[in-house]
């Protein structure tokens, strides 16, 4: 399975938009009530936003070709920028909300309700559902579990799934807590209802940053795909057995592989005669001592060239069946 470079960008694009949007019905619906969990949600949304600011830059830098000063590509930026949007999650989301629900709770404040709150609430949710489906079509594998999806999807679309699932859900604890403010006019309800989105916010934040790390200390690839090279290795005749095999995430869906293995000797020269490569030389000779210890010296010299050939042939062997194997380093043991 391959990727584009811009895996990730419709799912971001089409959130951070939504989330500018909702951000300004929220707070419009704040100033009209003076809801903490309307304030909270605004303030979750703004943090959404501005997150998802920071997964576009890391999607666009990311693509940057390699160079000399980065001889792998910048394909870790993509990683670095979704780790600073979970930690803006987890400070400015989740602090900011839980504060203010603290706050709420310790001193008395009035909430005005009227029908505009709820409808602005509602078209949130249109907003916030529509980019919960198109993060959740994005980073769903044909024929995958969901769970298998999100082990090893887009972190940028996760982040997306993640933050719009908790926005939806946060605007029903929202819409809850309003109501249950106005019907018992008890002011603890919204506040508890801005506590209980900060958690949630809390937890996503913690999720992504587990993640991210993950991605930034250079996680291996799948396992059924690592599986699958070594049995094409081990498939070779040229080489006995993969002493050892290493992999690493160059950007999402980009792999770099380093393995040594042990070269069957046998097997390569039988492959030169076999093809009628000595047969000449043999002849050539014709019990000439002379003559065989120039052909050792040369033989000699055209065994690093024979290995190297045959380490190339494997190295493009893996690379058909799976392009996204950008580098592939094959040693002797």
């Known amino acids: ?52 600011a920071f997964l576009m830059i890391g999607i666009q830098r990311s693509s940057k070709k390699a160079d000399a000063e980065f001889s792998y590509g910048y394909g870790h930026e993509r990683f ?26 310790q ?23 529509a980019t919960f489906i198109i993060a959740f079509r994005a980073i769903k594998i044909k024929d995958r579990s969901i769970a298998y999806s999100l082990r ?31 019907l018992t006019g008890k002011h603890y309800w919204d506040a508890l209802g801005s506590i209980l ?29 690592r599986d699958r090279i070594i049995k094409i290795l081990e498939s070779e005749i040229a080489i006995e057995k993969v002493i050892d095999f290493k992999s690493s995430t160059l950007d999402f869906g980009k792999y770099r592989i380093k393995c040594e293995v042990e070269f069957h000797g046998p097997a390569l020269i039988k492959s030169m005669y076999r093809d009628g490569d000595l047969k000449e030389e043999f002849e050539y000779i014709n ?20 290995i190297g050939s045959k380490i190339d042939k494997i190295e493009k062997k893996i690379q058909q069946e799976f392009p996204e194997v950008i580098h592939v380093d094959i040693e002797i043991n």
């Open 197 to 225: 989105i900060g958690v949630l916010l809390a937890i996503v934040a913690v999720i992504l940053i587990a993640k991210n790390r993950e991605y930034l200390m250079e996680k291996s690839m799948p396992e059924e795909m």
């Open 1 to 52: 399975m391959t990727h584009s470079k811009t895996s990730g960008f419709w799912p971001v694009a089409s959130a951070l938009g939504g989330n500018l949007l909702v951000t300004i019905f929220k707070f419009v619906g704040f100033f009209l009530s003076g809801s903490g969990a309307l304030f909270s949600e605004g303030i979750h949304s703004f943090a959404d936003t501005a997150n998802q």
């Open 80 to 105: 670095f920028w979704a780790l600073i949007s979970a930690c803006g999650i987890f400070f400015l989301g989740a602090g900011v909300t839980i504060y203010k629900g603290i706050t709420d709770l």
């Open 152 to 182: 090893v999807g887009d972190p940028s679309s996760i982040a997306v799934l993640y933050e719009d699932g908790v926005a939806v859900l946060g605007i029903l604890i929202a819409f809850l807590s309003i109501a249950l403010t106005y």
């Open 287 to 306: 019990n000439d001592y002379d003559e065989f210890v120039r052909f050792c010296v040369d033989y000699i010299d055209r065994v690093p060239r024979l």
């Open 107 to 129: 001193h008395s404040v009035a909430v005005h309700i009227s029908p505009i709150i709820f409808i602005l609430l509602f078209v949130s949710f249109l907003i916030e559902g």
